[in-house]
């Protein structure tokens, strides 16, 4: 039985820091683990221009604790106004390696997003040219498509032309909630990939809504049904270069999610390591995490593994993370996976 995997250090190609004092707090609690994140723009107000994107990387790089080697990778928030000659600069200066689509009002801070995708062809065109990848968060906002459709309607309506439209985009779909994303993806070699969340590994809707509403696990793309979240779980396990993590860690204070319109998001980034070794072992798969979090997604990304290594450990007893971490902006609840787990990051890994 293993009781000791050792990994290149794991990227996460999808996180949220937040800014000003969340940003100081929960910074720590990826670069412990992880070496490289994508970064979000969707603060307030957004980061939509290179400089901006400078200007943040420095703030959480003042962040980062001493000792902690960790490369912010930059990302600008696409909108219908977005200068395609500051993206190309941006990349070109290696402030930015990506960039969000949101589609207006998906998601949180995603009011700036785009609603005419015809305004941002242009953009487009200029990344494909480039080779800069395009991070996609798939759901469509319109009121008549329910809320666990939202992502199959997306592929249909919106990713699928684009990609057509626009011959060598490289492109992210991020966050992947269902068996239609994943088909998808499979069913597209060239330069289409997914990111997969520690979440949608471990909760379907039922942890949502059976029993009580549990506002820590209510998120965007929210989880769906059973069936979906196995569909993940084969997908992240089997091996495909495709696929790797993207925690989508997204902290919001307790007062925000536990209200009357509580906001969307899970806080993973302290325990994502050790719940995804106790999924993979789940899975019969502990050989193929390595390249679920530290190759499949610089491979997509054009960029080297990781030099260093991270150490993960089972012991007999279960590991042990706080269940908030405090910050002055109020305490953040770490996600639960509602089992226990017996891997943990070696000390000094």
């Known amino acids: 039985m293993t009781r000791h995997l050792t990994l290149p250090r794991p990227d996460d190609w999808h996180l949220h820091l937040r800014d000003g004092a969340m940003l100081a707090a929960v910074c720590p609690e990826t670069t412990r683990d992880f070496a490289r994140a994508i970064i979000m723009p969707n603060l307030v107000p957004p980061v939509v221009t290179g400089a901006q994107a400078a200007a943040y990387r420095d703030r959480i790089l003042a962040a980062c604790p001493p000792g902690h080697d960790f490369t912010p990778l930059m990302t600008l928030y696409l909108t219908e106004e977005t200068d395609p000659a500051d993206v190309l600069r941006a990349h070109a200066e290696g402030i930015i390696t990506a960039v969000k689509l949101y589609p207006a009002g998906a998601t949180t801070n995603s009011a700036s997003g785009v609603t005419d995708f ?33 992502e199959a309607v997306f592929i249909e309506r ?3 032309p684009i990609r057509r439209a626009t011959p060598g985009l490289r492109v992210v779909l991020e966050h992947v909630t269902t068996r239609d994303g994943v088909d998808y993806v499979r ?30 696990y209510y998120c965007l793309p929210v989880a769906k049904r059973e069936t979906h979240r196995l569909a993940l779980r084969e997908a992240a396990s089997s091996g ?13 204070a307790d007062d925000a999610k536990e209200s009357a319109c509580g906001c969307a998001g899970c806080f993973t980034a302290t325990n994502a390591m050790s719940i995804l070794a106790h999924v993979f072992e789940e899975e019969n798969a502990l050989d193929r995490l390595e390249g679920f979090v530290s190759r499949h997604g610089p491979a997509f990304y054009r960029l080297p593994v990781n030099e260093g290594t991270i150490t993960l450990e089972k012991g007999d007893t279960a590991a042990g993370w706080p269940d908030r971490i405090d910050t002055d902006a109020g305490p953040v609840t770490v996600f639960d996976p509602g089992f226990d787990v017996f891997w943990r990051v070696a000390e000094g890994a």
């Open 240 to 252: 495909d270069s495709r696929f790797f993590l993207g925690t989508d860690s997204a902290p919001h």
């Open 118 to 150: 015809d305004r941002v062809r242009g953009v487009l065109d200029a990344m494909a040219e480039a080779g800069i990848p395009l991070c996609v968060h798939g759901e469509v906002t319109d009121s008549e498509v329910d809320i666990f459709d939202r």
């Open 187 to 216: 069913a597209n070699d060239d330069g289409l990939a997914a990111t997969i969340t520690v979440h949608h590994l471990v909760i379907n809707r039922n942890h949502i809504l059976a029993g009580g509403i549990r506002p820590h």
């Open 158 to 160: 919106v990713l699928d």
